[in-house]
T-cell receptor, first 111, second 117 residues
């Protein structure tokens, strides 16, 4: 059974710092891994999608890596801004085409 | 282009009552998904429609939950009768359907926050 874990559960850093969010999964048989952002009272926004054959994806200040063999992914946020404050969720598409989710990391960027 | 919309945004009902949640996917998207996040837990898959057909309903918790997608457009999720443990946020998502979800991003609605008292 696929399980996705995100560490830490919460993180608070000063504005301008670079930071890393971690995601691990127990079964390497995945089609892809996605990082989402959720703002309070709003839906989920897909930030980056990494196919199982890829090692990383970049979008602006965001860089996500995937090491399928070790069951790990990281989301790197460069030069953090207060607007980056949100809950970040990691999810994998498993062999049944279902999204299996982590519990999320609540990120607070202090001005 | 309008995104995925969900109605209502919030619902507060008493145990034993019935609630119907609605999801309007992005126009032209064949895939429609329902997910749920109960307090303090991970988001869980409920079911997946391809057009009007249920492709996978393995995540539906029990027979108090009934999902429909009439004509392959909008979808409803009915909870009857509601129980306390049904409280949570119900998300809907859609995707075009060209690649059975392997490469496609799912586009999520804002969710419906359900509270059963």
């Amino acid at each position: 059974k696929q399980e996705v874990t995100q560490i830490p559960a919460a993180l608070s850093v000063p504005e301008g710092e670079n930071l890393v969010l971690n995601c691990s999964f127990t079964d390497s048989a995945i089609y892809n891994l996605q990082w989402f952002r959720q703002d309070p009272g709003k839906g989920l926004t897909s930030l980056l999608l990494i196919q199982s054959s890829q090692r990383e994806q970049t979008s602006g200040r965001l860089n996500a890596s995937l090491d399928k063999s070790s069951g790990r992914s990281t989301l790197y946020i460069a030069a953090s801004q207060p607007g980056d404050s949100a809950t970040y969720l990691c999810a994998v598409t498993d062999s049944n085409y279902q999204l299996i989710w982590g519990a999320g990391t609540k990120l607070i960027i202090k001005p | 282009e309008a995104g995925v919309t969900q109605f209502p945004s919030h619902s507060v009902i008493e145990k034993g009552q019935t609630v119907t949640l609605r999801c309007d996917p992005i126009s032209g998207h064949d895939n429609l998904y329902w997910y749920r996040r109960v307090m303090g837990k991970e988001i869980k898959f409920l079911l997946h429609f391809v057009k009007e057909s249920k492709q996978d309903e393995s995540g539906m918790p029990n027979n108090r939950f009934l999902a429909e997608r009439t004509g392959g457009t909008y979808s409803t999720l009915k909870v009857q009768p509601a129980e306390l443990e049904d409280s949570g946020v119900y998300f809907c998502a859609s995707s075009p359907g060209r690649d059975r979800g392997r490469r496609e991003t799912q586009y999520f609605g804002p969710g419906t926050r359900l509270l059963v008292l």
